[in-house]
């Protein structure tokens, strides 16, 4: 994986795990990777592997972020 992201030129972003991880340092890593994707256009790859799920809640503003990213890109394909 790391020698493809290299490859290609891609950015990979993890989050660093610590006991003082919670939900606004979550929400604070998400906005840094919408962030540089979005507004910097860099090609990003964020891994996150299941040991660093400390909370369920993390997977469910996860898969609510992909819908709305969706969402938008659908409407701006469909409208002129």
Do not use: R
Not at 42 to 65: G, N, P, W
């Amino acid at each position: 994986l790391c020698a493809l992201i290299l490859v290609a030129d891609y950015e990979l972003m993890q989050i660093e795990l610590s006991k003082a991880y919670d939900n606004a340092a979550w929400h604070d890593d998400l906005k840094k990777l919408l962030l540089t994707a979005g507004i910097a256009g860099k090609q990003v790859v964020f891994l996150l592997s299941e040991t660093q799920i400390k909370d369920e809640s993390f997977l469910e503003v996860c898969i609510c972020s992909l819908q709305c990213m969706l969402f938008v890109f659908v409407l701006t394909t469909l409208l002129p």
